[in-house]
């Protein structure tokens, strides 16, 4: 049986051969913080501390960041014992069902293309605030320099996002060390202001139930950390890399995230945090750092682009392994002459544009119900890891392998795959309790129906067929 198992493994990474394993632990590091840290955190924190007030808001980062880490902690055993760029696809599809590897694969390839259409746009609007110079021109330019960038050999790729994303957590960091000492009135001409933002209106100003609902923002926020599953594929001695790479960036996302919020939520007023596009850019004016809109604009500018960076390689890599797989057309399975999957990146670049002309011509319906859909694919996702590495693990253990034998173990098991599975289910029924989120469940159910119906109309045939024809030739 344990043969069997090996064989079946070794079969699916031999299937997504071919890459090319250019990306070093730094690399993998940054490439990952580069798909979490974007617009979200810079630009959409200050509706959270608005919905939850300061410390309802740092209570949601902080049970968003342990649920993002239990996800990770699963996320690791998984790429170890089987180094693959299908990722969470190719893992529910070998140890839950096909059917569910190819709605997640779908789900979180959606997912990539739209979020590079809105970080493309961010970028653009911001651009046009500071030089009138139209929107849709900066989009152009810097979509078309994401495109050079993930057309270049992976190592490359990995060079540039090492750079795109140190930028970032530079910021988030000197955000930390300026905001505190503005606090205790070191700098910026104010008296101490100590944490009185926290008590001023209570703990929870709107209610403790303010926290499940900026709960969604938060793990909507985190979505990105599972691309470090993504480069398995392509990383040099993954089983070395991808523990490292796992526990450096669930800690040190934590700590960005939870800090810089506390910081800003005691400098910032909950009832107007929100209003303002960056209230980061309001610490650092606080603290009396001159040009400090002009420097945060080109932070997140800098942010967008590193996080469409991230996510054009992963949704790329994710839509080239199901092509691998049957699961999409066979065209998008090709590589370049540098190893990239070169057609799957042009659909996924090309949809994203498409979003971008949602968010003009249908901006109060399709993207809105995108944007939803996408977002809720992420939570989708990590219930998918979750209960991957569940079964991942019993499969494992059940065809005669031994628990000394796995590189990586997931900690507490079952107790991490199950916290992690159940709250995000927890996080997927709040939609409901949200009239600004709703849509995501009434447009969710829909579009899982069309996948699913084309899954087993068209793409499950095809793969009986195939699976048939090669038996015949053995």
Request: aromatic share 12%; charged share 10%; hydrophobic share 55%.
């Amino acid at each position: 049986m344990a043969k069997h198992f090996d064989d079946k493994i070794n079969q699916i990474i031999k299937s997504q051969s071919g890459l090319n394993r250019g990306i070093k632990n730094r690399h993998l590091f940054m490439i990952t913080l580069g798909g979490v840290i974007g617009t979200g955190l810079f630009l959409a924190s200050g509706a959270a501390i608005n919905q939850a007030g300061p410390f309802g808001t740092v209570l949601a980062y902080i049970i968003g960041g342990l649920i993002m880490y239990a996800v990770m902690l699963c996320l690791g055993e998984l790429p170890v014992a089987m180094p693959v760029s299908g990722s969470m696809q190719t893992y529910a599809s070998t140890f839950i069902s096909p059917a569910v590897g190819y709605l997640l694969g779908w789900f979180f390839w959606l997912d990539g293309a739209t979020t590079i259409g809105i970080d493309l746009l961010a970028a653009g609007i911001i651009l046009h605030q500071m030089t009138e110079i139209s929107a849709w021109i900066w989009v152009l330019v810097f979509g078309s320099i994401l495109f050079v960038l993930n057309s270049l050999r992976v190592k490359s790729f990995g060079e540039c996002e090492f750079w795109f994303a140190s930028i970032k957590v530079l910021a988030i960091i000197m955000c930390i060390i300026v905001g505190t000492l503005a606090i205790i009135g070191v700098i910026g001409n104010h008296p101490a202001i100590g944490l009185q933002n926290y008590f001023t209106d209570g703990l929870f100003p709107n209610g403790i139930h303010s926290v499940l609902l900026a709960m969604l923002t938060v793990a909507f926020a985190f979505n990105g950390t599972e691309i470090i599953g993504i480069t398995a594929g392509e990383s040099k001695e993954p089983e070395k890399t991808i523990p490292k790479a796992v526990n450096a960036t669930a800690v040190r996302t934590i700590l960005f995230y939870v800090l810089s919020i506390i910081v800003v939520a005691a400098i910032i007023p909950w009832q107007v945090a929100g209003v303002k596009e960056s209230i980061f850019a309001d610490v650092f004016q606080y603290a009396g750092i001159p040009g400090a809109y002009f420097l945060m604009n080109i932070v997140v500018i800098t942010a967008a682009l590193s996080c469409g960076n991230s996510w054009a390689y992963s949704a790329t890599r994710i839509l080239w392994a199901m092509a691998k797989e049957g699961m999409a057309p066979r065209c998008l399975g090709t590589l370049n002459n540098n190893k990239i999957p070169q057609n799957a990146l042009v659909l996924t670049m090309v949809v994203a544009g498409a979003s971008l002309l949602c968010s003009v011509y249908a901006a109060d319906t399709v993207y809105l119900w995108i944007v939803s859909v996408a977002g809720m694919a992420g939570v989708m996702g990590w219930m998918g890891i979750c209960a991957s590495q569940f079964f991942f693990r019993r499969q494992f253990l059940n065809s005669g392998h031994k628990m000394e034998e796995l590189k990586y173990k997931t900690p507490l098991f079952p107790f991490v795959p199950a916290f992690g599975f159940f709250m995000n289910m927890i996080i997927i029924v709040g939609l409901w309790f949200d009239e600004s989120q709703r849509i995501a469940i009434y447009a969710g159910i829909p579009f899982v129906i069309c996948v699913m119906g084309y899954y087993y109309f068209f793409v499950k045939p095809n793969i009986i067929k195939n699976s048939t024809e090669e038996l015949s030739q053995i």
